[in-house]
C-alpha cells in the first residue's frame, strides 16, 4: 500500500478514535478544564475526513496539512491551535516524499513536538499533552533504528499512554487546568490523554496496513 493511502487510513482510524473516545475525553476535561475537549476533537476530526472527502492528495504531507487546516478552523480551545500546528509541522517535516520510512515518521514526531512545545509553551511536568508527545517521541526515535514506520508509532503509543497516565498526580502549570491549582491533582490531562489515543490509532491502522 501506498503511503498516501496509508495516511488517509491513519486519518480514518483516528477520527474514528475521537468518536469512540470522545465521552472519555470530555469526563476528563470537565473535571480540570471547559469540558469540551471530547466533542472539540471528534468534531476536528470530523471535519477533516470532510476535506479528504473528493479531496486528491498525492502525497502523505497532503493528506496531514488538509488535517491541520480542518483542526485549527474547526477546534476550539488550546487543542485547535496546537494539534492544528502538530499536523502542519508533521507535514512540513515530510515536504513532498511520496514514502515514509521509520526515520522519517520518528522526525515528523519530533517536529509536532517542537510545533507544540513553541505553541503552548509547556515543557514536562506541566500536565499538557507535552507529557505524553514528549516520551513518545524518544521511544518512536528509539525504535526507528530498523524497525517499520508502524513500530514507530506503537512505541509511541505505548510511551504515550504511560506519560498520559503520569499526569494525574501533576499539578497543572499551563492551561485552564493550572487555575485549580492542588485540585486538578488526580485527574489525569485530557490533552495528553487525546495524544495517547491519536499514537494509537495511528499505530493500529499502520499495523493493519501491513
Same mark, same amino acid.
Given at each position: ?45 470530523? #471535519? ?6 473528493? =479531496?486528491?492528495?498525492?502525497?502523505? &504531507? /497532503? +493528506?496531514?496539512? %488538509?488535517?491541520?487546516? $480542518? ?64 516520551? #513518545? ?6 525504535? =526507528?533504528?530498523?524497525?517499520?514506520? &508502524? /513500530? +514507530?508509532?506503537? %512505541?509511541?503509543?505505548? $510511551? ?51
Amino acid at each position: 500500500m501506498d503511503a498516501t493511502q496509508a495516511t488517509l487510513d491513519v486519518v480514518r482510524e483516528m477520527a474514528a478514535a475521537m468518536e469512540e473516545n470522545r465521552r472519555q475525553l470530555t469526563k476528563l476535561d470537565s473535571e480540570i478544564g471547559d469540558g469540551d475537549h471530547g466533542n472539540n476533537m471528534h468534531r476536528g476530526f470530523q #471535519a477533516a475526513l470532510e476535506r479528504l472527502d473528493g =479531496a486528491d492528495p498525492s502525497t502523505p &504531507a /497532503d +493528506v496531514l496539512k %488538509a488535517v491541520s487546516m $480542518a483542526l485549527i478552523s474547526k477546534v476550539g480551545g488550546a487543542a485547535g491551535p496546537l494539534y492544528g500546528t502538530a499536523f502542519l509541522r508533521v507535514s512540513t517535516a515530510l515536504g513532498a516524499n511520496e514514502e515514509v520510512s521509520a526515520e522519517d515518521a520518528a522526525k515528523a514526531l519530533e517536529a509536532a513536538l517542537g510545533g507544540i512545545k513553541q505553541r503552548g509553551k509547556a515543557e514536562v511536568g506541566d500536565k499538557t499533552i507535552v507529557d505524553a508527545l514528549q516520551p #513518545a517521541v524518544e521511544a518512536a526515535n528509539e525504535a =526507528a533504528g530498523g524497525g517499520s514506520v &508502524a /513500530d +514507530v508509532f506503537r %512505541a509511541a503509543a505505548g $510511551a504515550a499512554e504511560e506519560g498520559a497516565e503520569s499526569t494525574v498526580p501533576m499539578t497543572a502549570r499551563r492551561g485552564r487546568a493550572s487555575y485549580l491549582g492542588a485540585r486538578a491533582q488526580g485527574h489525569q490531562d485530557p490533552g495528553a490523554t487525546s495524544t495517547y489515543l491519536l499514537l494509537d490509532a495511528a499505530a493500529r491502522a499502520l499495523e493493519d496496513d501491513s
